[in-house]
């Protein structure tokens, strides 16, 4: 069963335009939700989860239970932001979604 | 330091070769995984372990098997390789289970290909 579900493979964007990533889960419990983020040549590493609540170089992602999403979004898109990004559910294992390449056009 | 260090970054196997990955940490970490990445995919887990001697299957073991001597090496051993093990595996680690933090650290990658 697909667990998490990236529905955007390429995502572009002009710099400074607001970016949304997004992410749709399938879990019946509380979930633990990560952003995972591959630069260009470099290992892939976490960007941010859920639980801290934080911002991580302007990127936020918000828990809707609801629509059991978790979009990663920053307001004005930067050239930097361009690389690979995954949505992770943790239960028991950590579970990727298929990521999404985001382009920022200068 | 140097963090999660893989080898060899790209490889081409014969089907039914044989080959090791190997994967080794400088992080005292307990936690040790193993995943690959088929075009198109998501990371999905080979294999785990939660500190040395004791390992544990993922998603998909099958064709695969590890070893954990000690806490700081997970060798990932291909047997009789196969087209459909044509992949990027990555080796990762992390202080505790995935389902505490949630932040694993990875290596580079190994490209594999098998013709």
């Known amino acids: 069963a697909q667990r998490v579900t990236q529905p955007e493979k390429l995502l572009s964007v002009f710099k400074g335009a607001p970016v949304e990533l997004k992410c749709n889960y399938s879990?019946?419990?509380?979930?633990?939700l990560f952003w995972y983020v591959q630069y260009s040549r470099q290992r892939l590493q976490l960007l941010l989860r859920?639980?801290s609540r934080e911002s991580i170089k302007g990127f936020t992602a918000d828990l809707n239970k609801g629509e059991t999403s978790f979009h990663l979004k920053k307001p004005f898109a930067q050239e930097e932001d361009s690389a690979m990004y995954y949505c992770?559910?943790?239960?028991?294992?950590?579970?990727f979604g298929t990521g999404t390449r985001l382009t920022v056009i200068p | 330091n140097a963090g999660v260090t893989q080898t060899p970054k790209f490889r081409i196997l014969k089907i039914g070769q044989s080959m090791t990955l190997q994967c080794t940490q400088d992080?005292?970490?307990?936690?040790m995984y193993w995943y690959r990445q088929d075009p198109g995919m998501g990371l999905k887990l080979i294999y785990y372990?939660?500190?040395?001697?004791?390992?544990d299957k993922g998603e998909v073991p099958n064709g695969y098997n590890v070893s954990r001597s000690t806490t700081e090496d997970f060798p990932l051993r291909l047997e009789l390789a196969a087209p459909s093990q044509t992949s990027v595996y990555f080796c990762?680690?992390?202080?505790?289970?995935?389902?505490?933090?949630?932040?694993?650290?990875f290596g580079e990658g190994s490209r594999l290909t098998v013709l």
């Open positions: 990762a680690s992390s202080p505790d289970p995935f389902g505490n933090t949630g932040e694993l650290f």
């Open positions: 879990y019946s419990g509380s979930p633990e």
């Open positions: 859920h639980i």
């Open positions: 992770a559910l943790s239960q028991d294992n950590l579970f």
């Open positions: 992080m005292n970490h307990n936690y």
């Open positions: 372990s939660v500190g040395a001697g004791i390992t």
